[in-house]
């Protein structure tokens, strides 16, 4: 797999209707944060929360495929309305598998951001693999594209806003975003 040129990019990003997280690396900086009584806490960046509801306001579906298992992941999926979780997930492939099936999509409409040997199952497999900025060396090298945020930094963010971009709906939602409003 190679990086593809801005053209390429654009027509893959075009494609998308699923874009699947992993969550540690990716939606957060990599950090597990546990207190004295050993409950585990995780950061997750706004921005890339209001990316993904942009995604899903425009007919992208998103799913979160992890190999950990964490209260705290559960709860941020409600909170952003991602329908589609899977924890605990040794073999991302099979979770991968399985959802593409639930929801009718192929490989071809599919984007991936991971950033770890794990993840190469799915990248290999995906329309659209994408790593955060500070993904293992050996991903970066099989990836169509690299943001150049971190994981938890804004990484996600940087895809929503390339695929939305891709799909023509960008001026329209700098158009809204730039209109006054009421608090």
């Not at 979160?64 to 979780?85: E, M, N, Q, Y």
């Not at 770890?116 to 099989?142: F, K, M, N, S, Y």
Request: glycine residues 8%; charged residues 20%.
């Amino acid at each position: 797999m190679k990086r593809l040129a801005a053209e390429a990019l654009t027509e893959c990003a075009a494609q998308i209707r699923l874009l699947i997280l992993d969550v540690d690396g990716v939606m957060t900086d990599g950090g597990l944060y546990f207190d004295d009584a050993g409950t585990e806490s995780k950061a997750f960046h706004v921005r890339d929360g209001y990316g993904i509801k942009l995604l899903q306001a425009h007919a992208v579906e998103l799913a979160i495929i992890t190999a950990r298992f964490s209260p705290a992941v559960a709860h941020r999926a409600r909170d952003l309305g991602i329908k589609h979780l899977f924890q605990g997930c040794k073999d991302k492939h099979l979770a991968y598998s399985e959802l593409k099936l639930e929801l009718n999509v192929e490989d071809a409409m599919v984007a991936y951001m991971g950033d770890d040997l794990i993840d190469l199952p799915i990248l290999q497999h995906v329309g659209l693999a994408t790593a955060p900025a500070d993904a293992h060396p050996e991903l970066t090298q099989r990836v169509h594209w690299q943001s150049q945020y971190a994981g938890g930094r804004g990484a996600v963010r940087e895809l929503c806003e390339l695929i939305l971009q891709a799909k023509g709906y960008w001026p329209a939602i700098l158009a809204q975003a730039g209109q006054k409003g009421h608090c």
